[in-house]
């Protein structure tokens, strides 16, 4: 007998007039007796499904349909059920595959009674049901789907088709089903991803038709989410109404009544002709995204992205408010969909290609030619508010406004100056304001309307997170312009997950304290947030809250969160009095106070460690504590006292609009002699950018008006603005944007504005004061940059740049502000290149000034120009430098100030200056050390937030670390993104140097040694990079300084020495037991030939074993520096791995880590679960996140899901993603490359290849960071590692290195060694180009040279260097100052003149440094060519003071007019005789019979002569008579000759072969 049926409870749906939808929970006994009993018999029944479904669920069918059978009808034998399987993917749904079921089917001999059933997603769906509508004409169908997508769209409408390779979709027929089943339970085996790509559909449903619903999906994502897992854990709930979870009932509900929705519009208009149209809300521009991005991001995926720019297209129509928006953005989010093209998911899916392609012209393009489009009108779903749309159909919209909203930057037109237009604009609720009233809400008793909240992702997290832990209730009301809050009262239960709080600072300083109050459920509360917000400082607040007894442990770095808060073992908030150093954050002391009434007992806050930061937001928390029922007793100025009891919740709370946003559309006013008022914040605001209206505006000329709770502001006649003279802004630092634009145009009252009190701008969003003073230059307005402010020089409107300048707004949203209100009066408007920034405080500002205050405004599609937008972020903090006295922190700085051009700081006299007395006075006089240490750490914060805060090196004093209170500077510095680095000495060195030094006072305590141990982990505590100064490395000092120099570079971020990814690149694997076997010979500049990084495996390293480990690494770490500028690429790998390091996970990182701290450029680390950990603390230096499978069995190229997955993991926490897999045949490397070519992006690049020598070739074709061998190394690093030469061989021969050809130009050049030295480098490189001569005296002749296909680039030697300059297109920055070019390169189809003269100098005097060159003098030979390169070379160098000789003295006078901006002293000498002996001479005439007097070689120098024939001149011989080094001509033109070879391979020239070369040539010759 058979056994039982398991019948389940159903839901019906109507559509087209019966109840065919079936809904519910394990329905397949269902289904089968329900095809049996209510349809039409068939003889046969075809299943189709694909073999992810087969594999779960296909044997349960076959199964269920005997057995249903026999229930059904025992009498006779069952009907055949036939199963076909295809693979998943929307590959399958091809013509190609139709035909193929069709024939199967007729081979089957199916016929017209053939009932055909579609098991699976909408791919399935749509290929089977088009099938069924043609096979015989047309036979039964039925739809079990079994996508959330196909569930609530696909499956709906009878919509089927093919995709061609015209189109998706272009192919098929309307052919309704006989019947859909949803059976909910296999939801849980749907990938997540397809879970939220058929949420996107659902969601839209609710958006455009039912706003019941869309509240429903907005407040139960986590129950929804946890429906869909839940099938999994029992085999039959759900089955019966009585087994059904509410989670279940839930998500049934949802899909069944989006499923409604569909099934109401097909039915009403089944051939779409008009109320069909509305379910395309989302679809217009989602399709054209989906056009691009397709099938790397999903259907749904792109939909999201499209319901949320339609909806601004109605929010910018004045039909929804922002908070529809900002709902609907919140609820796509809360299921996993991307918002914005921006979106990380986005980003790391699509590859670079893909993303540049999505233009607003192409997506309007795309928009054009949709199935949908009528004519050439585009017609949108415009919502009206959340569950409702302006028609019953799509809505006309034009072109401009969608391409507005599309686009990423704004055009702003100016105003006219017509009649006074009087406008009334509310800003957003407060940021501050809103997060306090949700903490107060949710914690008080009662219902609070909250109105005017700012939807802000500081709020949604804030939000979201009370809702995890249960303490309150939101509900929306008034299409969502009211939250209606039910508070808990304060019982919070522990939440479900952990709170992931993403960079929303206010609200994890706020919960930090909130977490300790929960008082049910779980065991403990993880908070956490994004990479950023890891970095961001919570120490003293989690200080204060642990000594008062909370249990509180940092999960990951100390000092940060994430932070695990116990419940169990602790004692809550036990209150009473707490202790809280306020100096840092405000948020800290509102924390504490918001939560303090609910604590044990009274809290007693005191505040200690200096003075209190930003008073006015403490006291706006005391204010508004009041406004909930709890009067706070303020005892002291630092002292508190909060009554226990519940918040008593005020029936309405209106959030003040956010004074700082305010100021905009005030400044509108004010700058186009209009009238606006804002009605709810006036002169009784808690909000310090409240007194913008009366401090500035009215100064500037502005009728102001204001009331308790309004401001009204008139602007004076247009261009009558009034310039403020000097005005202090402290107390609205963010309003000096916007005080600064206005600044720009009021020439009124003698026209500049000095603002002061600004210093924390330097480090907001970007360098704002840099930022400010960069694009205010681009509509002629001069505004110069100081430490604490800025000066603006106005100019009238009328002499602004007539042009439409393009503005970067740094995605900072008050640039963006600001400049639109510039732009309203600027000649040419402006482009502000970053629409979408000032989403972070007010979404829909382009909507107000377009709409509300009548600018004209338009989408702008500006093109990326990055290199500028760098240049202002990194402005940045200035570099501290710490460690022992005599570690050489000055003299390094001093070379650093001087090599960089920052300012240098010493500050033992900058304190001795300010305090007016030396520091050994001080230590004598009354108050001693402690004196000492006071004046210095006022000093320190005072030069690190005020007077240097950007732009200068600052050296401290060896003890600065004793202090706690220095160190916390030292450490809030380094998370306001300083640097501060710590120089590790050489103790001997030090003591000895100590000896000699009298100028400071001995130690107070012990011998230097002593203090040093005591000192060394204040050290690496206050500092985040740290450099070996030892004078045994090698190289010794000139070294030391070098490497020093970089590394401030590096950490200041201004040149991290990153290899450009443009181009083919290598890093050379190191594979001996110490770094010291490549020092001898020039070994390593031979292995790294071609490569562009270097790798130091540390773990093949023999220090790795040894005790001391790190400090060993350090040390071989250093000596590679200073063999090397290459950038190093840091990695142990553990055996299992394929290295060699055998320790623990915790030494290997903590060697990672050092890494990051020394400074290396990349740190090579194997994705797992420590890597993200690395990956935020990593500042400059890159992660290369690795996954090595040395079998090849796992890692497998084509369609699987475990390198998907690894790939997600690693883009995750790399910069750099590096897949190595293992070649089991040739074919893998083909595998290899496609899967590169799909998935490679410039976000993060991918190296992928395969090990093994039939990987080779995936090394060959591998595009970036290719790791290699050389064939001077004793080991590989890795099985079937090949060289650079190797490489470039194979890529010739396979036709991906076309051979170029080069040419030295010019006469004479018979005997030149330039051919035998590039040829030479080409042979070592495998490169297949050529290197010849082309004689001329004509920089004509060389046209057809330069315009032939294979020309790879030409040297340049007299007479051509400046007559070649007519036939190129572009010069380099250096060449275009020397005014002559030496070095031609193709790129891009253009030509680029460059000068490698002076770079050959520069190198050749740096390798035989004798002075430092900021001290040095030197003296030039000869007012010709080469010798403006030489001069250019001394400025380089940084020599200040340079004499030039010639001897026709009209020449060298020309020079040196031309060249003395360069230089502090430039002076034309007339007679050798009479000058003092400089440190270095230059010559750069041909060998003659000058005379160099005796007197000239006095010092100790350098001479270095360009002229190469004889080999001794003149000049080097009589200076090597006189003891000083020589730099002969050859050694210039070998060196000039290296860059010429880089500049036109873009690799590393192989040196020591080119020099080889040369030298044999010139040797024969000479
Ligand atoms: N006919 C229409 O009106 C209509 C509407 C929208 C979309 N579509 C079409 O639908 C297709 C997309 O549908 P889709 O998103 O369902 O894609 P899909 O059919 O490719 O399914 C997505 C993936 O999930 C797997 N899968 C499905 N259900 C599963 C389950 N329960 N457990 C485990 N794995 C499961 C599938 O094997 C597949 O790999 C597109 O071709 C699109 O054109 C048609």
């Not at 800025?790 to 100019?795: E, P």
Request: charged residues 20%; proline residues 5%.
């Amino acid at each position: 007998m058979a056994r039982a049926l398991k019948l389940a409870e159903v839901e019906r749906i109507p559509i087209l007039g019966t109840e065919s939808i079936v809904c519910g929970f394990h329905l397949v006994d269902y289904i089968w007796t329900d095809i049996f009993s209510s349809l039409p018999a068939a003889s046969t029944y075809v299943l189709i499904t694909d073999t992810n479904l087969a594999k779960l669920y296909l044997s349960q069918y076959q199964e269920s349909f005997q057995v249903a059978w026999a229930h059904h009808n025992q009498a006779s034998a069952a009907p055949r059920l036939l199963t076909h399987v295809l693979p998943p993917g929307e590959l399958s749904k091809s013509r190609a595959t139709k035909s193929a079921i069709e024939d199967w089917m007729f081979s089957e001999k199916c016929t017209r009674d053939t009932m055909v059933l579609a098991l699976g997603g909408g791919v399935i769906g749509d290929l089977v049901g088009y099938v069924a509508a043609t096979f015989m004409r047309g036979v039964g169908f039925i739809q079990i789907p079994t996508s959330l997508l196909a569930m609530v769209d696909s499956s709906i409408g009878g919509k089927t088709a093919v995709d061609t390779p015209a189109g998706k979709n272009l192919v098929g027929a309307f052919w309704q089903p006989k019947r859909i089943y949803m059976d909910m339970a296999v939801l849980s085996t749907l990938p997540p991803r397809e879970f939220s790509n058929g949420m996107a559909e659902v969601i839209k449903t609710a958006a455009i038709w039912d706003s019941a619903e869309f509240d429903v999906l907005e407040s139960s994502s986590v129950e929804i989410r946890r429906a869909v897992l839940s099938g999994t854990q029992d085999g039959d709930a759900g089955l019966t109404l009585a087994t059904r979870s509410a989670e279940q009932t839930l998500l049934q509900r949802v899909i069944a009544a989006s499923a409604r929705v569909k099934a109401y519009v097909v039915t009403h208009d089944e051939r779409e002709s008009g109320m069909r149209g509305l379910l395309n809300f989302g679809h217009t521009i989602g399709h054209a995204i989906e056009a691009i991005l397709s099938p790397q991001v999903l259907h749904g995926e792109c939909v999201a992205v499209g319901c949320v720019l339609e909806a601004e297209v109605a929010r910018r129509m004045g039909h929804l408010s922002e908070v529809g928006v900002a709902r609907l953005v919140r609820c796509l989010r809360a299921y996993g969909l991307p918002t914005t093209m921006d979106d990380p998911l986005i980003r790391g899916l699509a590859s670079s290609e893909q993303l540049a392609e999505v233009r607003p012209q192409r997506l309007m393009d795309v928009m054009g030619v949709d199935k949908k489009t009528v004519g050439t009108q585009k017609r949108l779903v415009v919502l009206k508010q959340l569950g409702a749309t302006l028609e019953l159909k799509p809505t006309n919209v034009s072109d401009a406004l969608i391409l507005e909203v599309i686009s990423a930057g704004v055009l702003v037109k100016p105003v006219d100056d017509g009649a006074v237009a009087e406008t009334v604009v509310v800003p957003p609720g407060s940021k501050s304001i809103s997060n306090r009233a949700l903490q107060l809400a949710a914690l008080g008793k009662g219902v609070c309307r909250l109105r005017n909240l700012l939807h802000s992702d500081d709020t949604q997290v804030m939000m979201a997170a009370l809702q995890a832990m249960g303490g309150c209730e939101f509900a929306w009301e008034d299409g969502g312009d009211t939250l209606v809050v039910t508070g808990g009262g304060g019982a919070l239960h522990t939440p479900a997950t952990e709170l992931y709080l993403g960079n929303a600072g206010t609200a994890a300083r706020f919960l930090t304290t909130t977490v300790n109050l929960i008082n049910s459920g779980g065991e403990s509360t993880v908070l956490t947030g994004n990479a950023r917000m890891k970095l961001r400082p919570c120490a003293p607040l989690v200080d204060a809250l642990r000594a008062n007894g909370c249990t509180i442990d940092y999960c990951e770095k100390q000092g940060s969160l994430p932070l695990r808060v116990s419940h169990s073992g602790g004692r809550g908030f036990p209150g009473g009095r707490i202790q809280l150093a306020a100096s840092v954050s405000s948020q800290y002391v509102s924390s504490i106070l918001l939560c303090a009434p609910y604590a044990q007992e009274p809290v007693r806050l005191e505040l200690v460690g200096g003075k209190v930061i930003s008073q006015p937001y403490i006291d706006m928390t005391l204010a508004m504590m009041a406004q909930f029922g709890c009067h706070v007793q303020r005892i002291s100025e630092t002292e508190y006292l909060v009554p226990l009891g519940a918040y008593e919740n005020p029936a309405e709370y209106v959030v003040e609009s956010d004074a700082s946003s305010a100021t905009y559309p005030l400044a509108f006013a004010a700058i186009t002699g209009r009238q606006c008022t804002v009605p709810n914040i006036g002169s009784a605001s808690l909000q310090g950018d409240a007194r913008f209206a009366v401090d500035v505006l009215r100064p500037m000329g502005c009728t102001v008006e204001q009331t308790a709770t309004s401001t009204t502001v008139r602007g004076p006649p247009r261009g009558q603005l009034q310039a403020l003279g000097d005005i202090d802004m402290e107390p609205m630092t963010d309003a000096f944007l916007t005080a600064s634009v206005l600044a720009a145009v009021a020439p009124g009252n003698g026209g500049v504005t000095r603002i002061r009190g600004i210093a924390n701008q330097h480090v907001k969003e970007c360098d704002r004061i840099q930022a400010m003073c960069t694009e205010l230059a681009r509509f002629g307005v001069t505004a110069v940059n100081h430490a604490d402010g800025i000066d603006v020089h106005a100019r009238s409107i009328d002499e602004l740049t007539r042009a439409t300048p393009s503005v970067h707004c740094y995605d900072d949203h008050r640039v963006a502000m600001s400049f639109s209100v510039l732009a309203c009066v600027a000649p040419g408007g402006a482009e502000l290149r970053e629409r979408r920034c000032v989403g972070k405080t007010w979404p829909q500002w382009w909507d107000v000034l377009a709409r509300d205050l009548g600018a004209p405004i338009a989408g702008a599609d500006p093109q990326a120009e990055h290199a500028e937008a760098e240049s202002v972020k990194v402005s940045s903090p200035s570099v501290v430098v710490v460690g022992m006295r005599g570690a050489g922190k000055s003299t390094l700085s001093k070379a650093a100030a001087s090599a960089l051009g920052l300012t240098f700081v010493d500050m033992d006299e900058y304190l001795e200056q300010q305090v007016g007395q030396t520091i050994p006075e001080i230590i004598a006089s009354e108050g001693g050390w402690p004196a000492f240490r006071a004046h210095e750490s006022r000093l320190l914060a005072q030069a690190l937030t005020k007077d240097f805060a950007t732009g200068a090196i600052i050296a401290c004093g060896g003890g600065v670390v004793e202090a706690p209170d220095n160190r916390t500077l030292l450490q809030r510095h380094m998370s306001s993104n300083g640097a501060v680095i710590c120089l590790t000495p050489n103790m001997d060195q030090v003591a000895e140097f100590l000896s000699r030094d009298k100028t400071r006072p001995a130690y107070a305590a012990g011998d230097a040694r002593d203090v040093y141990e005591r000192r060394k982990p204040l050290y690496k505590d206050a500092s985040n990079y740290e450099m070996l100064v030892d004078a045994r490395l090698p190289g010794a000092w000139p070294k030391i300084e070098q490497e020093f120099v970089r590394l401030v570079s590096f950490a200041s971020g201004r040149d991290c020495n990153r290899v450009d990814l443009a181009h083919s690149s290598y890093f050379v694997s190191l594979t001996a037991k110490d770094v010291g076997e490549y020092l001898e010979n020039g070994r390593l500049a031979a292995v790294t030939a071609g490569a562009h990084a270097v790798e130091l495996r540390a773990d093949l390293l023999a220090a790795i074993d040894e005790e001391d480990v790190l400090a060993k690494v350090q040390w071989q770490f250093a000596m590679l520096r200073h063999a090397t500028s290459l950038p190093v690429v840091f990695t142990v790998r553990t055996v299992a791995q394929g290295g060699a390091f055998r320790g623990s996970d915790a030494q290997r990182l903590s060697i990672l880590h050092a890494a990051i701290r020394w400074g290396a450029e990349y740190v090579d680390v194997e994705v797992d679960t420590h890597a993200a950990a690395l990956y935020a603390a990593r500042r400059n230096s890159l992660i290369i996140a690795s996954h090595h499978d040395p079998t090849g069995q796992q890692l497998r190229w084509s369609q699987c899901e475990f390198t998907t997955e690894i790939l997600h993991r690693a883009r995750a926490c790399g910069d750099i993603v590096k897949l190595i897999s293992f070649a089991n045949q040739w074919s893998d490397n083909m595998d290899c490359l496609e899967f590169t070519r799909r998935r490679h992006s410039q976000e993060t690049p991918l190296i992928a290849l395969n090990m093994g020598y039939e990987g080779q070739m995936s090394r060959v074709l591998c595009p970036v960071l290719t790791p290699v061998t050389h064939p001077l190394l004793a080991a590989k690093a890795a099985p079937g590692q090949i060289s650079v030469q190797q490489i470039n061989v194979a890529r010739a021969t396979a036709g991906l290195l076309p051979a170029r050809k080069m040419a030295l130009c010019g006469t004479p050049i018979q005997h030149s060694p330039s051919p035998a030295m590039h040829n030479a480098a080409f042979s070592a490189l495998g490169l297949p180009h050529v290197y010849g001569l082309f004689e001329t005296a004509e920089a004509s002749e060389l046209a057809d040279l330069f315009a032939a296909p294979e020309f790879g680039g030409a040297s340049v030697t007299i007479p051509l260097k400046q007559s070649v300059i007519s036939l190129l297109d572009q010069l380099t920055p250096a060449a275009r100052r020397i005014g002559a070019v030496n070095t031609v390169i193709p790129a891009g189809g253009k030509l680029l003149g460059d000068n490698t003269d002076y770079l050959g100098i520069v190198g050749c005097l740096r390798r035989s440094q004798v002075t430092a060159f900021p001290k040095a003098t030197a003296l030039v030979v000869g007012a010709g060519g080469t010798s403006r390169a030489a001069l250019y070379a001394l400025y380089t160098l940084g020599i200040g003071s340079v004499m030039v000789y010639n001897r026709t003295a009209q020449r060298a006078n020309e020079l040196v007019a031309e060249f003395s901006e360069l230089f502090t002293s430039l002076v034309a000498i007339s007679d050798l005789a009479a000058i003092e002996s400089p440190d270095y001479v230059v010559g750069t005439i041909p060998a003659s019979d000058l005379v160099y007097p005796d007197s000239l070689f006095a010092k100790v120098g350098v001479a270095l002569d360009m002229a190469y024939k004889p080999r001794w001149t003149p000049l080097l011989e009589s200076a090597n008579r006189h003891g000083w080094s020589v730099v002969p001509g050859v050694d210039v033109l070998i060196e000039q000759g290296i860059h010429q070879l880089e500049k036109w391979t873009h690799l590393t020239a192989p040196t020591k072969i080119m020099a080889d070369a040369v030298y044999t040539k010139y040797n024969a010759d000479n």
